[in-house]
């Protein structure tokens, strides 16, 4: 009868949207006890827009120049910020400056760095640029205070030419629908929730805040290769783990949990990666793969 009973698991996963790889995903779901969640584009929707652009003050440049070489870095990348300031150029009608070929480096988790007009640009998290810059760091105006709001979600990017601080962008998600009734079910039902994200810690606390993650369980400003070692390190606690995510920055992390789950909309690398994908991107989906694991694996034992 096992067998059975797993594969009419797996079927009503499908009619509930969930693709999963497996019957054995679904004893090792109905055994986990900690979630842990990605942030941007898992509890955030994921699609930035650009707020507000600040030069640093007597650098000289414009917020349009900024944004110029920004859109310039960015033209290739499919990162979610890449695509709010490609598309806060075309929006304001600033043609972005155009990059050497064969010159742009993204790093996964850090930014994107190349040369432009014969500068050195670059344009990422404030201790991905400060390594690049070495003047004008102190005059970068103080980063924002994260949004306290409970539907959206602040970050900001910095951008460096030839050494130099010149500005930032602040960009702007939004929660995704249901996150935070989500965490409450899945605390209610005895599960551990974290949070495990490459953004800064005011961010990162800011949406814990509003979902209702305890600002204790999240993990802020973890390179994606950091991503799986944490996830380890929570197994090694004794932990049984499921790591949802959606980007190229999560791939280990998913790879190397109990299960990994990705959002349906996420990128390619994230569902290849995972032993589980919400096909219809939704968050309350996960209670589904939990509830369905647990019905599958009691009629069993
Ligand atoms: P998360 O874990 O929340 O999904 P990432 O690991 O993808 O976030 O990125 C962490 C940080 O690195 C971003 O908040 C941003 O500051 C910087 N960053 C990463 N990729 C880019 C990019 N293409 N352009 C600008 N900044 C980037
Ligand atoms: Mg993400």
Not at 35 to 61: Q, W
Not at 179 to 192: F, I, M, P
Not at 253 to 279: C, K, Q, R, T
Request: proline share 4%; with cysteine.
């Amino acid at each position: 009868a096992a067998p059975t009973a797993v594969l009419v698991g797996t079927s009503q996963g499908a009619r509930r949207g969930l693709l999963i790889r497996g019957g054995d995903i679904l004893e090792a779901a109905s055994k986990v006890d900690s979630i842990v969640f990605d942030k941007t584009g898992t509890l955030t929707v994921g699609r930035p827009e650009v707020t507000d652009i600040r030069p640093v003050l007597l650098s000289g440049v414009s917020q349009s120049d900024l944004l110029s070489l920004a859109a310039a870095l960015e033209r290739e990348s499919t990162h979610p910020i890449a695509s709010a300031i490609n598309a806060a150029a075309s929006s304001k009608g600033v043609p972005p400056a155009v990059a050497e070929p064969g010159s742009v480096q993204h790093e996964i988790g850090g930014g994107v760095s190349g040369r432009v007009s014969g500068h050195s640009i670059a344009l990422g998290s404030l201790a991905w640029v400060s390594k690049h810059a070495q003047q004008g760091v102190s005059e970068v105006p103080e980063q924002l205070e994260a949004a306290s709001s409970s539907t959206h979600s602040q970050t900001e990017v910095f951008l460096a030419r030839d050494g130099q601080m010149l500005g930032s962008m602040v960009l702007c998600d939004r929660v995704r629908e249901h996150a935070s009734s989500t965490v409450r079910k899945l605390q209610d039902r005895g599960y551990h929730t974290a949070m495990l994200t490459g953004d800064v810690r005011s961010s990162a606390v800011a949406v814990a805040q509003a979902v209702g993650i305890p600002k204790r369980d999240v993990y802020a400003g973890v390179k994606p290769g950091g991503k799986a070692a944490l996830v380890q390190q929570l197994q090694a606690g004794g932990r049984r783990v499921a790591m949802i995510g959606d980007g190229i920055n999560d791939a280990s992390a998913l790879a190397v949990a109990d299960v990994g789950i990705a959002m349906g909309g996420g990128v390619d690398a994230a569902s290849e990666a995972a032993a589980v994908v919400l096909l219809g991107d939704r968050l309350p989906q996960v209670l589904d793969a939990l509830y369905l694991s647990k019905q599958t694996f009691r009629k069993i034992q």
